[in-house]
T-cell receptor
């Protein structure tokens, strides 16, 4: 069964304290792995799509990497405005349409 | 360019009632997907509509149904509401052929069943 597991469930950082979020996945043929940011009461906001092992993408203080079994979202020198829930999702080749399978998310809190 | 608009933003219903949630797609997007997000969980795929036809469905019972209209807007209908249906319901639209890579999510409808 296709599955996505994120860790940790919650992460508290001091401003400037770099860290990484983990996304482990099991899928029959990965079409794409997605990272989203979700603020309270809002819909997910797209961050990155990764398609193959070894791929990396960066955006401001965020960098996403992908292996055959997991993805990491590295946060460098975070700021309080980076506080949000970060969601990881996978899409399989066999899925009809655009079905995404999400993990439960990592709730990140960055204190000044 | 407008984004994805969902209505209403909040809704309280009684167990056993029926509810209709609405979604207006982003301009140029002809595919709409619906997700259910329980508190503290990731979104779960309900179904997707393309050209007014359902073309993918997750593990949800038949009392969850949908429609897509010629202008690509969409409705999610839930019959015989249960307490466990309380969740944030998200709509995502995307252009044809992009799949999830083209998703734009709305802000959701918060449904509370009492």
């Amino acid at each position: 069964e296709d599955q996505v597991t994120q860790s940790p469930e919650a992460l508290r950082l001091q401003e400037g304290e770099s860290s990484s979020l983990n996304c482990s996945y099991t899928v029959s043929g990965l079409r794409g792995l997605f990272w989203y940011r979700q603020d309270p009461g809002k819909g997910p906001e797209f961050l990155f799509t990764l398609y193959s092992a070894g791929e990396e993408k960066e955006k401001e203080r965020l960098k996403a990497t992908l292996t055959k079994k997991e993805s990491f979202l590295h946060i460098t020198a975070p700021k309080p405005e980076d506080s949000a829930t970060y969601l990881c999702a996978v899409q399989a080749f066999y899925n009809q349409g655009g079905k995404l399978i999400f993990g439960q998310g990592t709730e990140l809190s960055v204190k000044p | 360019e407008t984004g994805v608009t969902q209505s209403p933003t909040h809704l309280i219903k009684t167990r056993g009632q029926q509810v209709t949630l609405r979604c207006s797609s982003q301009s140029g997007h002809n595919t709409v997907s619906w997700y259910q997000q329980a508190l503290g969980q990731g979104p779960q795929f309900i179904f997707q509509y393309y050209r007014e036809e359902e073309n993918g469905r997750g593990n949800f019972p038949p009392r969850f149904s949908g429609l897509q209209f010629p202008n690509y807007s969409s409705e999610l209908n839930v019959n015989a509401l249960e307490l466990d249906d309380s969740a944030l319901y998200l709509c995502a639209s995307s252009p044809s052929g992009t799949g999830a890579a083209g998703y734009t999510f709305g802000s959701g409808t918060r449904l509370t069943v009492v």
